[in-house]
């Protein structure tokens, strides 16, 4: 059986540590109950964490890696350590090592050169899923190269993706726009520009297909558009050559598809029952994997929370069925009565959240416990986003919309 | 915004998302039967035509000149179940 998987690279904060417990727990007790009584260990994880960049820290703090050890006690799960991330960072994983030998692995996969790299992991389980040969693996990029990390695990999330025979595509988001910068010139750093233009020539070398596509919005506001035929094409002179700006629709498109989209920080939730095959084409209605966008951000400090549902209505819009579910400190998006001047060009987020409420194909949520901790109530306008518990949130995971034929659930945390 | 008439929002600056969020807030804030009016472009009139339709909203789009479209959109009155 393909693993749920989790892909994490941004800090991990206790409070999502606990979600994340509580929401194994739930699938455990709930759809696996089997598991827990006789407690069955497979080497392939039933639940794969892969984990790099600063998230590899909540493995060292005590309390997070006391509710790591919660989460290892727990059935069939796996941890996939970023070993050279590790390494930077001189982070051991020792101790937990020497409790669960099978579950914590901190030596990575060769890849076809001989080199051990963290992302051939990531992209042998992205590969595992269902869907045609040749396969095609997406990376979610929402970050601006230099000051984040995360472009550089774009690069090689994808690099290893052409070595076991993916065809690529980059999505750049948000500040992720400026990943395909012309003329870039770090000293210190991998050139995330020519590195992404490397893999579009790697992979024609390959016969393999290489996309990159960022959102005509976002660039627009960051100054890229150059030439707009007010038709949907752009054109760019301060990109490299691979990209292309397109409306988010067009970049939406993609998702509709059944490949395996990552990012930095992502899940996979399985869908499909135990030895259920499928022979559905791509394209059929209700093949599209279902979105999760979780907000957990602040409405206003950054583009992300607006950029989230944003993103998530797109994908509504375009027949995917789409949750948003607000958590952690998303939950400020829904507390107190938010307003503005009228002429302001900001959308006040409460404003969009109770326009698009009762969309087709879209739901909203709000995460009670992260209301409670931050001693929170929601705004009583805000009655079309629903109050979800811990068991609910595991529901939502977990449980298939009804009629769907996806194989996964593609949770993309904002 | 300007339009053709100063109070017919011209939205063709806008993506297509952000057009749908601005649309919905607008309706929002008006009555069942009461029309929106908005100049759009040929791309985006094709993002609202089709969704708009679907979801209780009647959709009227009219030429305003080569690239750009006058579109009204107006909730439907629910009918009352006999």
Known sequence: MNPHFFLLGGSLSQERLAWIEECLKFYFVRLKPEDLLHHTKSHEGVFTFLLTGDALYSLHEPDKARTWEIILALPSVQIICDRQELALRGISVEGLKMKHPDQVLDHNRLGVGGQASFWNDVAKIARQHEQPVPSTIGYLQLDSPYMHRSSLSAVKCLTAALEVHASVEFYAYLDGVHCGHHGQNPTEFDNIGSSLEEICEKAAKRGLSCQMIACSRCAAAR????????????????????????????MIDRFA??????????????????????????????????????????????ERAFGGVSFAIACAAQGIPTQVI????????????????????????QEVIDAVAG???????????????????KNPKMNAVLDIDMAELGQLLFYPPRGLQSGHRRLIIF | MTGKHTNIPDFSDLTCTNLMIRLKMLLKKTPPGVPVACYVRRDQRDTIEVPFSRSGYEVTVQKADTHRFRVSLTKKVPEMDL
Not at chain 1, 230 to 250: D, F, H, M
Not at chain 1, 326 to 347: K, N, P
């Open chain 1, 359 to 377: 969309s087709r194909n879209f739901e909203l949520f709000a995460f009670q416990p992260s209301l409670h901790q931050r001693a929170l109530t």
């Open chain 1, 326 to 349: 607000f958590i952690e400190d998303g939950v400020y998006a829904l507390a107190g009565s938010h307003t503005q001047e009228t002429d302001a060009r900001l959308f006040n987020l």
């Open chain 1, 257 to 302: 598809k059944n490949h395996i989209i990552l990012g930095e920080n992502v899940a996979s939730i399985q869908m499909k029952k135990d030895g259920q095959t499928s022979s559905f084409p791509l394209e059929e209605p209700g093949r599209s994997p279902p979105v999760t966008v979780l907000i957990t951000t602040t409405p206003y400090g950054t």
């Open chain 1, 223 to 250: 100054g890229y558009n150059t030439w707009d035929d007010g038709q949907g094409q752009i054109v760019s002179t301060c990109t490299i050559k691979p990209y292309r700006i397109r409306n988010l629709n067009e």
